[in-house]
């Protein structure tokens, strides 16, 4: 069974258009995570939540919206894609805030034509 | 920002040889973190390693750490070809536990 996993595994669209990227994660983690990595490979936090609550909002564009539902699922919506917004997406989650380890999803690559 | 700067940037070495790739960062933590990326793929958690803590070792991996220089070495011994791939570190900030910050990374590539 796959730990954290993430749908789709690529997408391609139009500027302008809404997406939305699915996570999910089975090990009853607290915490989930939403990174991105650029084309040079930097990894950069973009949304935490602990147990369906937003605890960290990395200066990210309002087009961005993430969507707890339950601890086992934090969604990414992006609305009116830009080229800039071209990216490997990551989910991720951890036991709790502290001292733990993350467990990565295998990513979603975007591609905005 | 990059919390953490890894160096080198690349490293190439001959199968069966050690690997050493440093890792730099600015505050005070409560922990760093190592995690490896293969190509295309999510990213793996190797070791993590607190702050009151000076080493740790897992199979072939032997991570250090000193706060007071802000630094952390991770070495590989005995490399294989499935080593190869690119290493991260990670902290979290001493005063933010509840999230880590990556480093640039070191791709690291091993020569049959």
């Known amino acids: 069974d796959t730990a954290v996993s993430q749908t789709p595994k690529y997408l391609v669209t139009q500027m302008g258009n809404d997406k939305s990227i699915k996570c999910e994660q089975n090990l009853g983690h607290d915490t989930m995570y939403w990174y991105k990595q650029d084309s040079k490979k930097f990894l950069k936090i973009m949304f935490s939540?602990?147990?369906?609550?937003?605890?960290i909002n990395e200066t990210v564009p309002n087009r961005f919206s993430p969507k707890s539902p339950d601890k086992a699922h934090l969604n990414l919506h992006i609305n009116s894609l830009e080229l800039g917004d071209s990216a490997v997406y990551f989910c991720a989650s951890s036991q709790d805030i502290g001292d733990y380890g993350y467990t990565f999803g295998s990513g979603t690559r975007l591609t905005v034509v | 920002s990059q919390q953490g700067e890894e160096d080198p940037q690349a490293l190439s070495i001959q199968e069966g040889e050690n690997a050493t790739m440093n890792c730099s960062y600015k505050?005070?933590?409560?922990?760093l973190q190592w995690y490896r990326q293969n190509s295309g793929r999510g990213l793996v958690h190797l070791i993590l390693i607190r702050s009151n803590e000076r080493e740790k070792h897992s199979g072939r991996l032997r991570v250090t750490l000193d706060t007071s220089k802000k630094s952390s070495s991770l070495l590989i011994t005995a490399s294989r070809a499935a080593d190869t791939a690119s290493y991260f570190c990670a902290t979290d900030g001493h005063s933010s536990a509840s999230k880590i910050i990556f480093g640039s990374g070191t791709r690291l590539s091993i020569r049959p």
């Open positions: 939540y602990n147990n369906k609550e937003l605890i």
């Open positions: 505050t005070s933590i409560n922990n």
